[in-house]
């Protein structure tokens, strides 16, 4: 049984609306308005809101968008045919109307509804009579081979089947096979061997074997050690007398004035807002190559049987509405484009899908060809993904926060080597340029060198920026507790302290881990429940393709699976890094804000403080599709 049906414009008209009960619908279609329509998630034809599930059926040719609303446990199996047979029977009833634009006019739509339901509910139940149908040849396995694989040709010798021999009679087999054959003067009658060939061959055996004891009796060599830490051996030699004086070590707090250097010329390059990502543009005669080769795809596809003038007008002029026939081509070159560029193959395939359904029965304008109609949705499409649904403006929280006597907290996490600490010190630098005291959280207590790494950080940041310049305030602190301890505790303790010193950010560093590790997975839920941080950022590669789709993923659902709340914090936002490593391979942007949802909020493009931007969506999607 429907909840809910109504038909509304793009525009937000609703023209026609029933429901069956009381309840309030308003959040879910607006929830569905915002998060599939509006975010290019048409590939997608269901939505589950508070309880609710909910379909719909778009109509390209008069902006239409067709809504059903039905309690999630109900599984109905006539949604689909429902919707698609409403849609024809409201298009032919008004389409003069809808053509002449007159939306606001009074719509007798109550029969036609009432009766459609009705076909497509025993519809639903001759199905469910119906025995179950087998599957037929074209989606069975074998008709996936292809005829030449299937020939056996005459001549053509089959690949023998190797067999393992075993260890033990491999002696015996090598002697055997210099045996002569049956038909050699030496074999007896049934092909067996004589006596004396027989003793000739137990003869080489027994030497063959005397041989082997002699070289297992000879001396070993002697057991290598057990490998573990060496002291160092240098090469001039020495005692433990010279070691002080052979101490290498730099990150000493006595040794750090005299051996470190500031680069001062960086300082007061990130004041403000971070600059956009600036992406080199195309060349004119790449896109027109790529237009040229979309064509010819496009026009071998749909090629008529009349040549001449009359089948390149018809091509070009819109004189029919696009069919997914006509865009297969196109999207399936556009889809090959995408996963060369590092978009994840199944983030590919659901945004040529998402493409084919905004695209599905327009009009063509004339002389618009598919090609360029299809190019240019799809990049307004991946426009509309990279463009955040929300702004996330660090300073104005910043200060919103110092107004509320709290510090901002944001958590950092990520897999192994992504680049975590590194650019959490690129942040912290952007956030000192700012005025900004900021504390590191050291919850790293995992990795060796992870904390040495941050107080590196700290003395380098603090040499940029000396507590001279600011009323004699150290502008960045570490906390540290060491190695091997409670991650979760360690925040929180930070947290406090920053509290209690009118610290205004807190940056929390914690172990990478991969999304399949159970026990790091719960330690790092457990952090951010415990300690509720105002962001949560995700660390992830520009370099991955697929993997970031697994990735993010499974961070999301072990958020959400292990933690007891009924709304868990999860990724709020993403850190790209290692951007100026890929070229124009900038797929991996794609794929995971598509599978978020949540914005990009930092780039890295390099290894100094000052390499940190923000992401310019047009830039990205300019490089991406060129």
Request: glycine share 6%; hydrophobic share 35%; charged share 30%.
């Amino acid at each position: 049984m429907l909840d809910l049906f109504t038909i509304f414009s793009k525009g937000g008209i609703v023209l026609w609306c029933f429901q069956t009960t009381n309840q309030i619908f308003t959040p879910s279609v607006n929830a569905l308005i915002r998060n599939i329509i509006l975010q290019e998630r048409t590939s997608v034809n269901t939505f589950d809101h508070d309880g609710l599930a909910l379909q719909y059926k778009l109509d390209n040719e008069f902006d239409l968008v067709f809504v059903v609303a039905y309690q999630k446990i109900l599984q109905l199996s006539y949604v689909d045919k429902f919707l698609n047979d409403i849609h024809l029977e409201f298009r032919d009833k008004y389409k003069n109307e809808l053509s002449d634009g007159k939306y606001f006019i009074d719509y007798d739509f109550l029969d036609k509804y009432n009766s459609t339901l009705k076909s497509a509910e025993q519809w639903s139940k001759q199905q469910a009579k119906l025995p179950k149908q087998m599957k037929t040849f074209e989606e069975s396995v074998k008709s996936k081979k292809t005829v030449a694989s299937m020939i056996e040709r005459k001549g053509e010798e089959k690949p023998a089947k190797t067999v393992k021999k075993k260890e033990v009679n491999f002696a015996e087999e090598e002697v055997y096979t210099k045996i002569s054959p049956p038909s050699s003067p030496k074999s007896g009658e049934n092909g067996l061997l004589d006596e004396d060939t027989l003793a000739a061959n137990r003869a080489k055996l027994a030497k063959k074997l005397q041989k082997k004891e002699a070289r297992s009796k000879s001396p070993k060599s002697p057991p290598s050690e057990k490998a573990g830490k060496k002291p160092r051996v240098w090469d001039l030699g020495g005692t433990n007398k010279d070691l002080q004086n052979l101490e290498r070590t730099t990150d000493k707090p006595e040794d750090m004035k005299s051996h470190f250097t500031p680069d001062t010329e960086i300082v007061g390059q990130m004041k403000g807002v971070i600059r956009d990502l600036e992406v080199e543009s195309s060349d004119e005669e790449e896109y027109e190559e790529e237009e040229e080769e979309i064509e010819e795809v496009q026009q071998k596809a749909t090629k008529s049987s009349r040549g001449g003038m009359f089948s390149l007008l018809k091509g070009l002029v819109g004189s029919k509405n696009l069919t997914a026939s006509d865009m297969q081509p196109v999207l399936e070159k556009m889809k090959d484009h995408l996963i060369a560029k590092n978009v994840a193959a199944d983030i590919a395939v659901k945004l040529c899908d998402s493409v084919a359904a905004k695209l599905e029965g327009k009009v063509l304008g004339t002389f618009d060809s598919v090609a360029s109609t299809v190019r240019n949705t799809l990049t307004e499409s991946l426009v509309q993904i990279l463009s955040p649904k929300r702004r996330v403006d660090i300073l104005r929280d910043c200060f919103e926060a110092q107004k509320q006597n709290r510090p901002y907290v944001m958590t950092f996490c990520g897999v192994n080597g992504v680049g975590k600490s590194t650019n959490l010190a690129k942040i912290c630098f952007w956030l000192i340029e700012n005025n900004m005291k900021v504390l590191i959280a050291a919850c790293d207590t995992f990795r060796a060198g992870a904390v040495e790494q941050l107080r590196t950080h700290m003395k380098h940041l603090n040499a940029l920026h000396p507590p001279e310049r600011h009323g004699g305030r150290q502008m960045v602190q570490l906390y540290e507790k060491g190695y091997g301890k409670d991650a979760a505790g360690i925040a929180m303790e930070a947290i406090k302290f920053a509290r209690d010193s009118s610290i205004d950010v807190v940056l929390i560093d914690t172990a990478g881990r991969m999304q399949d590790n159970e026990p790091l997975m719960r330690a790092l839920t457990k952090l951010i429940k415990v300690n509720e941080p105002d962001l949560v950022l995700f660390v992830g590669e520009a370099l991955v393709g697929n993997e970031a789709v697994d990735q993010l993923v499974k961070f999301n659902q072990a958020l959400a699976d292990y933690s007891s709340n009924t709304n868990p914090h999860l990724i709020d936002g993403i850190v790209l890094t290692k951007f100026d490593t890929i070229d124009d391979k900038v797929g991996a942007a794609i794929s995971m804000t598509y599978i978020t949802g949540q914005p990009i909020v930092f780039v890295g493009t390099g290894q100094t403080y000052t390499d940190l931007k923000a992401l310019n969506a047009k830039a990205v999607v300019h490089s991406l599709m060129k």
